[in-house]
């Protein structure tokens, strides 16, 4: 990279935007996918091929949150990277691949929902698990294929003593990877509104499905996939576009460079809010989350923990065996939900 495509803009206020967003985004989606992989590797009791799809997807976001702290760290310093040139293209590759790999994922998602609604005959709905993790693999191939070019390329640019790590030059289009950029979310976002399109047309057809809870369920959760995606992807898309549009007199304009990255930003946070997804795309997750909800709510036993003491019988105990041998012919059973005996 030229130092002449190096934009770097007298109090820039990406310094005081981004922080804050990336911290956010690391700090709920770190929370939500942690939670996530824990459900599917521990409490998923049967995979399905669109269980296995959105396992990788929970993978794509939470290799993503890895890099968050270092972009953290960057804008922290006012985008002076401070660690060197491999890290700097491990960096923007990671991201640049999670983020394709969310939203590859996310469409196959849809298309798989789309298929067992529309078409509930189709022998696509018949595939084996074995079958799946063979597309999920050759997905993740294309991915690594299509950002591949992040690896090979530098992009540190040195101007003075500030040396910044950015994957897009602010001075004109950047060639394969602003196709790519355009094309992972125009493309995916045709076919997302295109199955969700359907799913609604077809219930709607269909009056006596449309009541069915699961038929219900499958409408509400391609709607939710259709609004994490455009939500978190049309603005980046659409600064972008802007951008490439109005180059050269947009080149190192300050609006136009802030809504570039304060857009990008909203990228990331689709890790934070794919958990709806997962949350929507099975019943096993409703209830994993409400387990989990109940362990985190359910009141300690009392007593002294690791005292050895006994713990204090109740009153009414007391009294109870004042009254003679039949209150003492009854037996004492512990009541499992509170840890307290009872008489």
Request: glycine share 6%; aromatic share 12%.
């Amino acid at each position: 990279m030229s130092n002449a495509s190096c934009c770097l803009i007298e109090g820039d206020p990406v310094s005081q935007v981004m922080p804050p967003l990336l911290i956010l985004a690391f700090v709920l989606g770190a929370l939500g996918n942690g939670v996530a992989l824990c459900g599917f590797c521990f409490h998923m009791k049967t995979w399905k091929p669109s269980t296995i799809y959105l396992f990788n997807l929970a993978v794509a976001d939470s290799l993503l949150m890895v890099c968050l702290p270092f972009r953290t760290d960057y804008y922290r310093r006012r985008r002076r990277w401070v660690f060197e040139d491999a890290p700097c293209r491990l960096a923007l590759f990671t991201l640049a691949m999670t983020r394709a790999g969310s939203i590859v994922f996310l469409t196959v998602v849809a298309v798989d929902r789309y298929f067992k609604v529309v078409h509930p005959h189709h022998a696509l709905n018949a595939i084996s698990n074995r079958a799946a993790a063979g597309v999920a693999g050759a997905l993740w191939t294309l991915v690594v294929l299509g950002t591949l070019n992040l690896l090979t390329e530098n992009h540190l640019c040195v101007q003075g003593q500030t040396v910044s790590c950015e994957s897009f030059i602010m001075e004109s289009a950047n060639g394969w990877h602003d196709v790519l950029f355009q094309l992972e979310f125009f493309l995916p976002l045709g076919i997302i509104l295109f199955c969700s399109a359907k799913m609604v047309w077809s219930l709607k057809r269909r009056q006596q499905l449309a009541r069915q809870a699961r038929m219900k369920k499958a409408a509400r959760f391609i709607v939710v996939v259709a609004a994490v995606f455009v939500t978190c992807y049309l603005p980046s898309a659409s600064a972008r576009l802007y951008f490439l549009w109005t180059v050269p007199s947009s080149a190192c304009d300050p609006a136009v460079h802030v809504a570039l990255h304060v857009t990008l930003s909203f990228t990331y946070m689709n890790s934070m809010l794919d958990p709806l997804v997962y949350y929507f795309s099975s019943p096993s997750f409703p209830k994993f989350y409400t387990k989990l909800k109940i362990c985190s709510l359910r009141p300690r036993r009392p007593g002294r923990v690791g005292t050895g003491e006994p713990e204090e019988m109740p009153v009414s105990c007391l009294r109870g065996q004042a009254h003679g041998s039949a209150a003492r012919s009854v037996p004492r059973q512990p009541d499992a939900r509170w840890g307290v005996q009872v008489c």
